[in-house]
T-cell receptor, first 114, second 112 residues
Framework: DQQVKQNSPSLSVQEGRISILNCDYT??????FLWYKKYPAEGPTFLIS?????DKNEDGRFTVFLNKSAKHLSLHIVPSQPGDSAVYFC?????????????FGQGTTLQVKP | EAGVAQSPRYKIIEKRQSVAFWCNPI?????LYWYQQILGQGPKLLIQ????????DSQLPKDRFSAERLKGVDSTLKIQPAKLEDSAVYLC??????????FGEGSRLTVL
């Protein structure tokens, strides 16, 4: 039962362009969503989050959009940089904001070409 | 600030052998997690501790996996006996009150 899905295993974009990573979820009880970034041989690091009371959260080049009716969230990176090349995981939790159990998607590998 | 420390980084064992992983969380973080990440999948929670008490171990295969955090600081995850499907990266994470998860670099287990 995959409650959080990232249907694109990989994405390749040119430096300077926009990267859009997508994530779908099935559990309407999820109320907090996060994106993590992972470089090879390192643990995931927190990137950005959004509560279900919002539909957008922005932090520098990173923006997360939440569409609750579609149970869909996306991460936009503008402009993309070669250092953004990594695996991106979306995650969701319910009932306790960011303190709840996190359910992760399978990850999307982003490659930003110079 | 020191990050979440894990050891060993890599371990290769034969099936049916045992293995133990160690985690030292960031100082002051009361909540500690062990995740299993199988290749091509996202991390899956195995067990969550709040201080030295277990909050959630619903996805821990208790017939072969065990974990403890006796003094509410560092933690050990053990697998005995190991199966081929246990090959994965075992990630430890800790979290301050009201904050986000900080992950360690992980311990990569290969079961032959």
């Amino acid at each position: 039962d995959q409650q959080v899905k990232q249907n694109s295993p990989s994405l390749s974009v040119q430096e300077g362009r926009i990267s859009i990573l997508n994530c779908d979820y099935t559990n309407s009880m999820f109320d907090y969503f996060l994106w993590y970034k992972k470089y090879p041989a390192e643990g995931p690091t927190f990137l950005i989050s959004i509560s279900s009371i919002k539909d957008k959260n922005e932090d520098g080049r990173f923006t997360v959009f939440l569409n609750k009716s579609a149970k869909h969230l996306s991460l936009h990176i503008v402009p993309s940089q070669p250092g953004d090349s990594a695996v991106y995981f979306c995650a969701a939790s319910r009932g306790s904001g960011n303190t709840g159990k996190l359910i992760f998607g399978q990850g999307t590998t982003l490659q930003v070409k110079p | 600030e020191a990050g979440v420390a894990q050891s060993p980084r890599y371990k290769i064992i034969e099936k049916r052998q045992s293995v133990a992983f160690w985690c030292n969380p960031i100082s002051g973080h009361a909540t500690l997690y062990w995740y299993q990440q199988i290749l091509g999948q996202g991390p899956k929670l195995l067990i969550q501790f709040q201080n030295n008490g277990v909050v959630d171990d619903s996805q821990l295969p208790k017939d072969r996996f065990s974990a403890e955090r006796l003094k509410g600081v560092d933690s050990t995850l053990k697998i005995q006996p190991a199966k081929l499907e246990d090959s994965a990266v075992y990630l430890c994470a800790s979290r301050p009150a009201g904050g986000e998860l900080f992950f360690g670099e992980g311990s990569r287990l290969t079961v032959l």
